[in-house]
């Protein structure tokens, strides 16, 4: 028999997606239809200007391969843009474009991890890192941030700092808690990483979807060397299906990542490159975005908290995560399956983020769905 990578069998497709594939068997009723707040995608539209210049980019240029690593103004644009937002020098030459930034942490990880390597993560934890890592004969070091606020902090971090310790991963705003990790956290982190000679990967793709805190990238030019992010344009700017991302570390990182980029994918298409290009000149400014998710963040908060529900406050992001003890659950997958077959709302479970005991809820519907959702919650927990 054929052998396949034996580290296959330690991996699954996630939680997240089996979840949504089991929730499309369930059918509505016309008095309560289906209200999906699972996959974290934006429901609000992409800006019709992408739409339109892409169009007559197609239909004005030849769609060719484009250039390795990223075509050269999309990066110039990057560049500038990181550069003005916090105060630091990046050059087009730090930067890799990507498919998506799932793409970008996947060659990321593929390049750093090692067989025996392990990786310092705060739960809760977006699933899409230790399958990759997994995949390297590496393992995710799963660090419980319940008692410091959902924060990472080098407190925790020394606690399970070890000789095969490799990297920190980070994901701020969180995918699902919502936090936002504080200044002081973000800088003994930085030199926590140098001083021990880690690389840091920080997943900022919430990075612009921040309420009332400032946000506090990791890319700084003092800890080029450490580290490496990662973000997007499919929360920011609705472009999921475009599958464009990039990342910024050093020039020397960067073009060894280079190599595995080149063999994966050899480069996003030059369609969804040129429509980021035209996210970052015309349409840096989503305010009214960010307006309508802090509101929905907001009156969903509330109405758990008046319902006697405890969710953790988000503080960016587009979802709320909510604990079950309350209503009298220990197991999310089994709260989310009856939830679904019993009120037609789809919930993701906190097993998919290593957390069991919480329910990620998504901000992707207008207030008045999300206000119904609530309300079938609240019948639910009355029963």
Not at 135 to 144: A, N, Q, V, W
Not at 150 to 165: A, G, M, S, W
Request: charged fraction near 25%; charge should be neutral; include cysteine.
């Amino acid at each position: 028999m054929l052998k396949l990578n034996p580290y296959l069998n330690q991996i699954e497709i996630s939680i997240i997606r089996k979840f949504s594939e089991e929730a499309k068997k369930i059918v509505g009723t016309v008095d309560k239809p289906i209200i999906n707040l699972a996959v974290g995608e934006p429901d609000l539209p992409q800006p019709k200007i992408i739409i339109d210049e892409t169009v007559k980019y197609m239909q004005s240029s030849p769609l060719t391969y484009p250039q390795l690593g990223g075509v050269l103004e999309l990066r110039k644009e990057i560049a500038k843009y990181h550069s003005e937002k916090y105060s630091v020098s990046v050059t087009p030459e730090e930067i890799l474009v990507t498919v998506g930034s799932t793409e970008a942490l996947s060659t990321t990880l593929n390049a750093i991890i090692q067989k025996g390597d392990e990786v310092l993560c705060g739960v809760p934890i977006y699933s899409g890192y230790e399958p990759v890592i997994k995949l390297r004969g590496g393992t995710l070091i799963k660090i419980d941030t319940e008692k410091t606020g959902y924060q990472l902090t080098v407190e925790l971090l020394e606690e399970n700092l070890t000789d095969k310790t490799r990297a920190i991963v980070l994901n701020y705003p969180c995918n699902p808690s919502g936090v936002v990790l504080s200044k002081k956290n973000r800088d003994e982190i930085l030199e926590f990483a140098k001083k021990n000679n880690l690389f840091l990967i920080s997943d900022e793709v919430y990075s612009e979807i921040v309420f009332e805190k400032s946000f506090n990238s990791f890319l700084s030019d003092e800890y080029r060397e450490n580290v490496i992010v990662v973000n997007s344009f499919s929360k920011s700017h609705s472009l999921t299906g475009w599958r464009i991302g990039y990342l910024i570390t050093s020039k020397k990182i960067r073009n060894e990542l280079l190599k595995i980029h080149q063999y994966t994918v050899t480069s996003p298409p030059i369609i969804s490159q040129y429509g980021a290009i035209i996210a970052l000149k015309k349409c840096q400014d989503i305010s009214e975005n960010l307006k309508i998710y802090s509101e929905r963040s907001k009156v969903v908060y509330d109405e758990l908290k008046k319902i006697g529900l405890n969710p953790i406050k988000p503080e960016g992001g587009i979802y709320i995560f909510l604990p079950l003890k309350e209503l009298g659950f220990k197991d999310s997958y089994d709260f989310c399956l009856k939830f679904l077959e019993e009120e037609k709302v789809v919930l993701i479970p906190g097993i998919a983020f290593s957390m069991e005991g919480f329910v990620r809820i998504s901000l992707i519907q207008e207030k008045t769905i999300l206000l119904e959702a609530i309300n079938r919650l609240r019948r639910f927990f009355k029963k």
